[in-house]
């Protein structure tokens, strides 16, 4: 008999009750007496479990030993109105299948009530929890979202290497790709690593970025977007980094800093929204059990504007606002997460998108203001989570570039293919970068960043 998802007898109950159904998962409980077995059987597909009703005059003790938590089983029976507490529908078993069982000795996902610090050190089994499942599912949704909010609206999806031989944001946090023999690295008769003989000839690393090579889509197709896998090997230890993590980078040609705020702006309320609408019955779960306002700042955010204040005005208002910070912030610092979330948190209780950055802090190829001082970047700034999207009007004048990248001492011979999109018909064009987690992060009211990712990479951690 054809199996029939979870979900889909929940969303489809009303017609299938009365009918005979396949149902095969895995088992979360089984609880009863000698008259009557209960099995709460979930299969993925819904934070839902679906329960499961076998009369002992047709089943053996026998038979139900296996039936523990952990195993999977497939069932067949009539589905009926539940007449029990807290379900609509159930299934009155005729046959039970036992595909693999679950030893209770050793099965750790007995009952709830784990840490999610114990959960990340099974990450291979927690996806059978329901906080896992809902966050992955929530996940799935809004990485759809992202490729549909894109697609109908005239952007190609460009894919950009993962292996490079520039640094996009000059932080120099690459992982370096290899096949050398590190026991005996070829020399030059200066003693420098002879990387002629390494496999690409030259040095490279995992891309911290797909960016310049997204300008390059952009200055040729309109307007692109990017979505993969980027890395960076910063040693942050803290709950909003990892060093494996997806982005996504639309860039976009013949629009400047503010129309590319308005698409920023747009294509988060977006997702979210998407994504309260779709997974409303995962964003329950998980606001009830982490995060009991994360509905209402949800809707918050996607029904208020973001603010847009500059840098130079941010900081004058952190300055004055008398409170006192771990960093001290003045004009020309970084800011930090503490500042940041001041700002949206305290300040303005709604996303700020902060521009005009010193060109110091920014990236060399942010496009520079009449100030000569400040850039046309902007960081959209979230509560709970602080920078969201990072991003910027590009430098698209090749003297003033090329003035920048000599300035930051970057390898010229290695950026002129850049360079060449400034040389051969260039155009003013922005984009921004999106770290996807921190998406998943906020929508889910997760705390950690290692919990929105199935399998996390982080510093001394890449199990899995
Ligand atoms: O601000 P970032 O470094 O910007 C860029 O890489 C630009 N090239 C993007 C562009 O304009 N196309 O990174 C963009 C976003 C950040 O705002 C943050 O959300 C996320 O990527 N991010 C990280 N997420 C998780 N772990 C990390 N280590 C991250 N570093 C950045
Ligand atoms: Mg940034």
């Known amino acids: 008999m054809k199996r029939t998802r979870v979900s889909d007898i929940y969303a489809d109950s009303a017609a299938l009750v009365g009918k005979e159904v396949c149902v095969k998962g895995w088992v979360r409980t089984r609880r009863g007496n000698k008259h009557v077995q209960f099995v709460a059987l979930n299969d993925g597909s819904t934070i839902r479990n679906l329960q499961i009703v076998l009369d002992m005059q047709a089943f053996t003790d026998e038979q139900l030993k296996p039936v523990t938590t952990g195993s999977a089983i497939c069932v067949t029976g009539l589905l009926v109105e539940s007449m029990g507490k ?129 300008e390059l889509g952009a200055t040729a197709l309109g307007a692109i977007y990017t979505f993969g896998p980027t890395f960076r090997a910063e040693n942050s230890n803290t709950a909003r980094h990892l060093a494996e993590f997806w982005m996504v980078e639309p860039e976009v040609a013949f629009i400047d800093i503010n129309e590319n705020m308005d698409l920023a702006e747009d294509f988060l309320k977006y997702c979210i929204r998407y994504a309260l609408d779709k997974c409303r019955d995962d964003i329950e779960f998980l606001s009830e059990h982490y995060d009991k306002e994360l509905i209402q700042r949800l809707e918050s955010v996607v029904s208020q504007d973001f603010v847009r204040l500059t840098y130079t005005e941010g900081v004058k208002l952190l300055k004055e606002s008398g409170h006192k910070f771990e960093y001290p912030v003045d004009w020309g610092v970084d800011l930090q997460s503490e500042h940041e979330r001041y700002l949206v948190e305290h300040y303005f209780k709604r996303p700020v998108i902060l521009t005009g950055y010193p060109k110091e802090i920014k990236a060399f190829y942010m496009k520079l203001n009449d100030d000569d001082k400040t850039v046309r970047a902007m960081d959209v700034l979230f509560p709970t989570i602080g920078e969201i999207i990072g991003g910027s009007e590009r430098e698209e004048n090749y003297d003033k570039l090329l003035k920048r990248i000599e300035e930051l001492n970057i390898p010229m011979k290695d950026m002129w293919w850049y360079l060449d999109t400034r040389r051969f018909g260039t155009v003013p064009h922005s984009g921004f970068g999106l770290g996807f987690e921190r998406l998943v992060l906020f929508v889910t009211g997760m705390a950690n960043i290692r919990d929105v990712i199935p399998f996390p990479r982080y510093p001394k951690s890449a199990d899995f």
């Open 86 to 214: 807290g379900q609509s529908v159930e299934v009155q078993a005729k046959t039970l299948e036992v595909y693999g069982t679950a030893d209770p000795e050793a099965y750790p996902l007995q009952k709830k009530g784990h840490t999610l610090e114990f959960l990340r050190e099974i990450a291979h089994l927690r996806p059978r929890t329901n906080t896992f499942s809902a966050v992955l599912r929530v996940r799935s949704a809004l990485a759809f979202a992202i490729h549909k909010y894109f697609q109908e609206r005239g952007f190609y999806y460009l894919n950009t290497p993962l292996i490079t031989a520039s640094d996009c944001e000059g932080a120099g946090a690459m992982f370096q790709v290899t096949t050398l023999n590190l026991d005996e690295l070829p020399r030059t008769e200066e003693g420098k690593v002879d990387y002629s003989q390494d496999f690409f000839g030259k040095p490279t690393a995992l891309t911290v970025s797909g960016q310049l090579e997204g």
